[in-house]
């Protein structure tokens, strides 16, 4: 039981609780049920044309459906509408791509200028790449890195 309960036991949960509740549904419908029938005279009957059944099936299909409508409202219909560029989800691929085009575009704008800021703040300055794990500027660097040290 234990391995089941691991691997089902979400499944076993809520099928648990939606028995329970129908049952109570019908124990407590039939109840109003028998006391609707006794107000009008009548022998309360599960089956037949004015039996309990009816009024349980439609009671339950009824809130079936009410249950079902909202779920396929507030989730299918969410679902497909916010692939669809809906209000809901403004922020589409297109308008993501196009901000990152415009804010890649400003960047490539803005490199050159930065680099001679750079520079301007240290003109003595250079960019030397390093070729050991011994850096041009006497400290320890990883291969292939750059560094900015003075000349």
């Avoid at 407590?28 to 006794?38: D, I, S």
């Avoid at 800021?117 to 050991?132: F, G, K, N, Q, V």
Wanted: with cysteine; charged share 20%.
């Amino acid at each position: 039981m234990s391995r089941r309960w691991k691997t089902h036991g979400l499944s076993i949960t809520v099928g648990t609780m939606f028995v329970a509740a129908w049952m109570l549904q019908t124990l407590l419908g039939w109840g109003e049920f028998v006391t609707e029938q006794t107000a009008l005279g009548e022998d309360p009957q599960v089956l037949g044309p004015n039996g309990y059944l009816w009024s349980w099936g439609r009671a339950t299909f009824e809130n079936w459906q009410s249950e079902f409508l909202q779920v396929f409202v507030f989730i299918v219909l969410t679902t497909f509408l916010v692939h669809r560029r809906s209000h809901e989800s403004p922020d589409t691929d297109y308008q993501t791509e196009a901000a990152l085009r415009r804010i890649e575009a400003r960047l490539a704008s803005l490199e050159g200028p930065i680099r001679r800021a750079d520079l301007a703040l240290w003109p003595e300055a250079t960019i030397t790449p390093s070729r050991s794990r011994r850096s041009t500027c006497g400290k320890s660097a990883p291969a292939a890195t750059g560094r900015i040290c003075s000349a």
